[in-house]
């Protein structure tokens, strides 16, 4: 497999939350080069099933969504002005290249205020989402002819970068690199003979109001899931205790997740000499596992998270042999699961 180009393939795709259907195309096909089992949701969710079905079920989930925008209004010449959907920083935005996603794709930039015709006082302001406009360059007749009100902007929907020494750089790798971990996982498990029941489902939502992983969990009732994600990587003026190494793949212990399938994931990532660490977490997670979690009568979930650095801009960077680990330990974990799971998820001992 081409890791490389299956994230590009996926991150050059639109998909603001709540509107992931081109992304869910890509990943059906993707997801039948493995299985003819590929279904799709009424929230969006896609899904994919290997394995035994007769065994316990185990849902891997990473959410297909992105961070974008949506056009609030488009003035008298032309220029539109944004919503933030699901959580871009301003800050990020000034100068930035994007993409409308109108009756057709029209690149455009995001322009603010130079600071040549600011006061001085304002000069020390960051720029609000006010301060800012999308400019196609187009004249406004053919602007309010192809762009309505709700329609979706997205970061310009180019091919990642490949950095030195095995890094990468783009837009939307979180969270469809861990998509992409996922199809790897899936590679690495093509020969493998399962016992349990192997769900793996692109999720709709994360980045908003959860309600993909909600359907997702109460759609499968899975006996144990995990939810793969990113973390945050070394940036500079980060503190040592918010971010994760480049080289370790995190898995997150605290109240989001299941203490016994935390133990069973670390015991197999040490098995498999992957370089893991413990990453806490004392509430919500801030991934699909929240509502995994507390989906039927309560689902044993643990969370595996890849390193990134700039998170929620068009330059996120990962590392691509700490992407592979995270898939080489989803697979083993699915790999170990035998009759005895029950024993090892229960908590009174």
Same mark, same amino acid.
């Given at each position: 497999m081409d890791i490389f180009k299956v994230i590009s393939d996926l991150t050059t795709l639109p998909g603001v939350t709540g509107n992931e259907v081109a992304v869910a195309e890509v990943l059906k096909g993707y997801f039948r080069a493995y299985t003819d089992d590929v279904w799709l949701d009424v929230a969006g969710n896609c899904y994919a099933r290997i394995g035994n079905k007769e065994g316990p079920t185990l849902l891997v989930m /990473?959410?297909?969504d992105e961070v974008g925008l949506m056009v609030s209004d488009i003035e008298d010449n032309g220029m539109l002005r944004l919503h933030s959907v699901a959580g871009v920083d301003p800050r990020v935005l000034p100068g930035s290249e994007v993409t409308v996603h109108g009756k057709k794709r029209i690149p455009a930039v995001i322009g603010a205020m130079p600071p040549h015709l600011l006061s001085a006082e304002d000069? %020390? %302001? @960051?720029y609000k989402l006010d301060d800012l406009v999308c400019?196609? /360059?187009l004249p406004a007749e053919e602007v309010k002819a192809n762009v309505s009100v709700g329609d979706n902007v997205t970061f310009a929907l180019c091919p990642p970068m490949e950095l030195k020494n095995g890094f990468i750089a783009g837009k939307t790798f979180d969270d469809r690199a861990c998509v992409a971990a996922m199809l790897y996982t899936m590679e690495l498990l093509k020969n493998v003979k399962l016992n &349990? @029941? !192997?769900i793996f489902c692109g999720s709709t939502q994360e980045e908003g109001p959860n309600f993909g992983a909600s359907c997702g969990s109460w759609n499968t009732a899975p006996d144990m899931a =995990? /939810? =793969?994600?990113?973390c945050h990587a070394p940036q500079p003026g980060a503190k040592s205790t918010d971010y994760v190494e480049f080289d370790q793949v995190s898995l997150t212990v605290g109240s989001n997740v299941n203490q016994k399938m935390y133990e069973w994931m670390c015991d197999v990532g040490t098995e498999m000499n992957i370089n893991w660490v413990a990453d806490p977490c004392m509430g919500h997670s801030g991934t699909d596992a929240h509502r995994m979690q507390v989906a039927c009568a309560g689902v044993a979930t643990g969370i595996i998270s890849l390193p990134l650095r700039y998170m929620h801009t068009s330059v996120e960077v990962i590392h691509m042999d700490t992407? %592979? @680990?995270c898939a080489k330990l989803l697979a083993a974990f699915a790999a170990s699961i035998g009759e005895?799971?029950?024993?090892?998820? &229960? !908590?009174?001992?």
């Open positions: /990473a959410h297909m000069q %020390k %302001k @960051n400019d196609t /360059a &349990c @029941n !192997l =995990i /939810a =793969i994600d990113v992407l %592979k @680990n005895d799971w029950e024993e090892k998820l &229960c !908590l009174d001992d």
